[in-house]
Nanobody, 121 residues
Framework: QARLVEFGGGSVQPGGSLRLSCTVS????????MGWYRQTPGKQRELVAD???????KYAEFVKGRFTISRDNSKNSVYLEMDNLKPEDTAVYYC???????????????WGQGTQVTVSA
């Protein structure tokens, strides 16, 4: 019902920037809550930021002031602009789609395959 593909990851020095993109195939994008999560080896996947269909955003405290999430509903895409990157931002970043709660479905969400972000000198 939905397929998510991320791109834009890479390796940067501390203080650098990266812009991640996620494109979605499916009909639910415009009303879905889209999010970016990240995961490092041995740790739980954690929420970085999310954005509702009408543009309301939420950020984890550790990225406030540095990351910006946005979406373009005409392109079925969500983005994560990452500025002033730190070594602790190193992780695999995943795109996430959550169906609205009023939609009845067995599968409530979908994940992308992930894209690696590495921040080091």
């Amino acid at each position: 019902q939905a397929r998510l593909v991320e791109f834009g990851g890479g390796s940067v020095q501390p203080g650098g920037s990266l812009r991640l993109s996620c494109t979605v195939s499916g009909s639910l994008f415009k009303i879905a809550i889209m999010g970016w999560y990240r995961q490092t080896p041995g740790k739980q996947r954690e929420l970085v930021a999310d954005i509702t269909g009408d543009g309301a955003t939420k950020y984890a405290e550790f990225v406030k002031g540095r990351f910006t999430i946005s979406r373009d509903n005409s392109k079925n895409s969500v983005y994560l602009e990452m500025d002033n990157l730190k070594p602790e931002d190193t992780a695999v970043y995943y795109c996430h789609l959550e169906k609205p709660p009023y939609i009845q479905a067995t599968i409530r969400d979908y994940w992308g395959q992930g894209t690696q972000v590495t921040v080091s000198a």
